[in-house]
């Protein structure tokens, strides 16, 4: 069961944190529409009205806040963080436009992702965990497998090692067996001579040895 979960996990090959990227990735592609209608109308509050925007309305108002200061010099830091807010002004006006070159509307991944967050949702749901933790259970598992791989190596050698032993004693068993019987031949016939001389000629001395 658990080789065939790390199967279907390692065949889909999500990583860790994937998850979150593409579920993001989805949500702003989603809103696409929004996302580009939304940073123009900030650009042109911004700095890209004709009649009126923050940019040109914070030049203004730093070219009085100069003029200020040129007759009262405890003006000057008013003069500073109106001149500091045009800057941020103009930076985060850059901000959005180079945002806004980046946008594409790609139907097609758009589509790949939604499979990609259903398949995820599905397994997750299949695997009793979160969506956002099934990289990790995936990862789980694996070692999981590989523990119980290792076992089975290891009773594997086991086996091999009691069946070895076997053998070897089966072999070492014969090997006596065979010399026993050699001796008992051998005590035998030196028995029997001896009846032999004792005037019993039909006498037999005989050792049964028994392979077991």
């Known amino acids: 069961l658990v080789q065939y979960q790390v199967e279907e996990l390692d065949e889909f090959a999500l990583l860790p944190g994937e998850f979150e990227q593409i579920e993001q990735e989805h949500k702003r ?15 042109q509050l911004l700095s890209e009205d004709d009649e009126h925007n923050v940019e040109s309305l914070l030049n203004r108002a730093v070219g009085f806040a100069d003029n200020l200061q040129s007759f009262d010099p405890s003006l000057k830091n008013i003069a500073e963080m109106l001149n500091e807010a045009l800057i941020q002004v103009q930076e985060s006006s850059s901000e959005v436009q180079d945002y806004l070159s ?6 097609e991944h758009f589509a790949f992702l939604e499979q990609r967050i259903s398949k995820a949702m599905q397994l997750a749901r299949k ?14 598992l694996k070692a999981e ?7 089975a190596s290891r009773l594997d050698e086991i086996q ?15 090997k006596l067996s065979q010399s026993r019987l050699r001796y008992a031949k051998e005590l035998n016939k030196l028995v029997t001579q001896s009846i032999h001389e004792l005037n019993m000629p039909k006498g037999k001395f005989s ?3 028994n392979f077991n």
Do not use: F
């Open 160 to 174: 091999q090692q009691v069946d070895d032993s076997k053998q070897a004693y089966i072999k070492n068993a014969q």
């Open 207 to 209: 050792i049964a040895v």
């Open 127 to 140: 695997h009793h965990v979160q969506t956002e933790q099934l990289a990790e259970h995936h990862q789980q």
């Open 145 to 151: 497998l590989t523990e119980l791989s290792n076992d």
């Open 29 to 43: 592609l989603a809103n696409g529409t929004d996302l580009i209608e939304t940073c123009q109308n900030t650009l």
């Open 102 to 107: 980046r946008i594409e509307l790609d139907p």
